[in-house]
């Protein structure tokens, strides 16, 4: 799990924290750590504020295509 700045984006559901918890050749896959909401939804790799150069080599990384689902 890599945990996502709140600088970089937070849940459109509810604004908590989201982890990146899989990737991909085209998205990274999010999950909300707020346990009311736990909102899993697919994102592009430069969704985040980082460019696409942070978040999803990382999570490409440590996930590969077996952390997506």
């Known amino acids: 799990m890599i945990l996502v700045n709140l600088e970089d984006g937070v849940c459109r559901s509810c604004g908590g924290q989201l982890a990146v918890v899989g990737a991909n ?39 590969g295509e077996e952390g997506f689902e």
């Open 25 to 63: 050749d085209c998205s990274i896959e999010v999950e909300c750590q707020n346990e009311e909401c736990s909102d899993c939804y697919p994102l592009e790799p430069d969704a985040l504020n980082d460019g696409g150069i942070d978040y999803w080599p990382r999570a490409m990384a440590e996930f």
